[in-house]
């Protein structure tokens, strides 16, 4: 059974930066591509970024240049590193896969960022 569980959420004021973590477990993470979503208050989850199992990387229009994905295999985690953070980037951040398939594994509890002053 696949568990994900996500950290580093916090409050933060804008221009602020945060790293994001997901910790998975029940998979075989390597071969995996995963994403991180977003879900904000009133509005549907987004995937904000992904990284295959080579190491590509795409990313939102809205978080360009600003978040950085990472994985480290070792560890079965996935990272986000955000950067120059703004009010809009406030919601329930969540890792899940991201290939063909979608999201469809079971979602994490999810890890709050607040962007705010």
């Known amino acids: 059974q696949v568990q994900l569980v996500e950290s580093g959420g916090g409050l933060v004021q804008p221009g602020g930066s945060l790293r994001l973590s997901c910790a998975a477990s029940?998979?075989?993470?390597?071969?995996?591509?995963m994403g991180w979503y977003r879900q904000a208050p009133g509005k549907e989850r987004e995937l904000v970024a992904r990284?295959?199992?080579?190491?590509?990387?795409i990313y939102a229009d809205s978080v360009k240049g600003r978040f950085t994905i990472s994985r480290d295999n070792a560890k079965n985690t996935v990272y986000l590193q955000m950067n120059s953070l703004k009010p809009e980037d406030t919601a329930v951040y969540y890792c899940?896969?991201?290939?063909?398939?979608?999201?469809?594994?079971?979602w994490g509890q999810g890890t709050q960022v607040t962007v705010s002053s």
């Open positions: 029940g998979i075989i993470f390597s071969i995996r591509t």
């Open positions: 990284i295959s199992s080579g190491g590509n990387l």
């Open positions: 899940n896969r991201a290939g063909p398939q979608g999201p469809n594994w079971d």
